[in-house]
């Protein structure tokens, strides 16, 4: 297995919750950590703004050798995937479609509602992801603006400016029949106790940062068996 590191990025703080989860599985691989914090967020911006971001940011993570970059922002994978994987010279790995199978697999045909960004959701990435696994899935879409400055603000879950919020975005949710909510965005694990918690016990939580994890442990072991 190559010594180079795995390279992450996020708009911000929210990458964090994947690399927690890389070294959770991959304790002997080291990794290089870059949060955009001078231009978060990245999910209000437009399009053409957040690849222009994404590709000077995984750019500079190019001079550290990595042998796979991670597209940990939820609206870089979104809105700059395939730019992404046609610039750079090693593999990119982004966190929509393995937060999207994980979610269909677990809602086995239950409604599903997704948690993003502005730009995440606007962009129907999920929403494609998903009925490319399940053309029937039933779909809410969720924005959730202002969940990322609460968390760069460095707010946790017991704040009650976080509880509110979570009610006004989330409150609706529980008169739909939702069993499964993904949390489309790096940011909102942080806040995954007060979701919980509003939701309640029926509902289970997809950490999409978590599912990439998981694909990034598989693509290491396919090109250790090679």
């Known amino acids: 297995m190559s010594d180079s590191p795995i390279a992450v990025f996020d708009s911000g703080l929210g990458g964090l919750s994947v690399v927690r989860h890389l070294r959770q599985l991959l304790p002997r691989e080291e990794i290089v950590y870059f949060g955009d914090t001078a231009r978060v967020p990245y999910g209000t911006k437009s399009q053409p703004t957040v690849v222009q971001f994404a590709l000077e ?19 870089a994978s979104a809105l700059a995937l395939d730019e992404l994987m046609q610039a750079m010279p090693v593999p990119v790995i982004g966190v929509v479609e393995p937060g999207a199978r994980a979610a269909v697999r677990l ?23 998903i009925r490319a696994v ?11 603006p202002l969940f990322v400055p609460l968390v760069e603000e460095g707010r946790h879950s017991g704040d009650p400016l976080v509880r509110m919020t979570v009610e006004t975005y989330l409150g609706g949710l529980r008169s739909q029949g939702v069993r499964v909510v993904v949390l489309g965005c790096t940011h909102y694990p942080l806040l995954r106790e007060a979701i919980a918690e509003l939701l309640g016990p029926d509902v289970q ?22």
């Not at 399940?134 to 959730?144: L, R």
């Not at 950490?207 to 598989?218: M, P, Y």
């Open 134 to 144: 399940e053309p029937a899935q039933p779909v809410i879409s969720k924005a959730c």
């Open 107 to 129: 809602a086995g045909g239950a409604p599903l509602a997704v948690l993003g960004t502005e730009a995440t959701i606007a962009s129907g990435s999920y929403l494609r992801a």
């Open 57 to 75: 940011t995984a750019g500079f993570l190019l001079q550290f050798d990595p042998k796979l970059i991670v597209a940990a922002c939820n609206t």
């Open 205 to 226: 939580i997809v950490d999409s940062g978590r599912e990439t994890s998981l694909v990034v442990q598989q693509h290491l072991a396919a090109r250790a068996a090679l």
